[in-house]
């Protein structure tokens, strides 16, 4: 087998450059309202040189993607069995705040592709993202039976997590436009409600 040789410094600049205009690009109008061209002149090179790196509009949506799912399935890999159930749940909730937060491009992001109807990521929805959800609705439903969760349907609940956090990425707009906040002022007041709703829900009465 041929070795492949390392990118330069310059190679390895110039794919993050043309990653991070595709995924303004893609976030902001979508994969189909995106172009090569707007692509290009974002990240200052030439259509030709940026086809050097990626082939096609597909091939910068698809490693965006890739990149995405392994931050986006992170928090909840990380939901321990041997914690405390409301904690561990709560932490997911903030964790998800914190990627919207922190990752409003990339949830935008995934909420195009998903709104397509997933055309890139369907293998991942319903394989990785299926297996780890399933996996965490099992644990779910374990701490309900034995009484240290409040009775609750594991897959909606993780459902309704996604909604309540991503949905301060995913309607920005909207958001900062209901509460002109100072910067991101409003996540504070989200992750102290969130915390609450959460909270009060889920512990047994």
């Excluded at 041929?2 to 595709?22: G, K, S, V, W």
């Excluded at 409040?150 to 956090?165: C, G, M, N, Q, Y």
Aim: charged content about 25%.
């Amino acid at each position: 087998m041929e070795d492949i040789p390392p990118r330069t410094r310059i190679q390895t600049e110039n794919r993050r450059r043309i990653l991070d205009a595709a995924l303004d690009a893609f976030s902001a109008q979508g994969f189909r309202g995106a172009t090569l061209d707007q692509i290009a002149r974002a990240a200052g090179l030439s259509k030709p040189n940026l086809l050097y790196y990626f082939p096609s509009k597909e091939a910068m949506h698809i490693a965006l993607i890739e990149a995405l799912m392994d931050t986006w399935l992170d928090p909840l890999r990380k939901l321990d069995p041997e914690g405390d159930p409301v904690d561990e749940i709560v932490g997911y909730v903030l964790r998800k705040l914190d990627l919207a937060r922190d990752f409003p491009r990339e949830s935008r992001l995934f909420a195009n592709e998903i709104v397509q109807g997933a055309p890139n990521i369907l293998p991942h929805i319903t394989g990785p993202l299926k297996t780890l959800v399933d996996d965490k609705a099992t644990l779910i439903a374990g701490w309900s039976r034995s009484g240290r969760l409040t009775p609750v349907d594991p897959h909606h609940l993780i459902f309704s997590i996604w909604a309540t956090t991503q949905h301060y990425a995913d309607f920005d707009a909207q958001v900062r436009g209901i509460l002109a906040p100072a910067n991101d002022a409003h996540f504070g007041d989200a992750r102290v409600f969130l915390e609450q709703l959460y909270r009060r829900a889920l512990t047994p009465g």
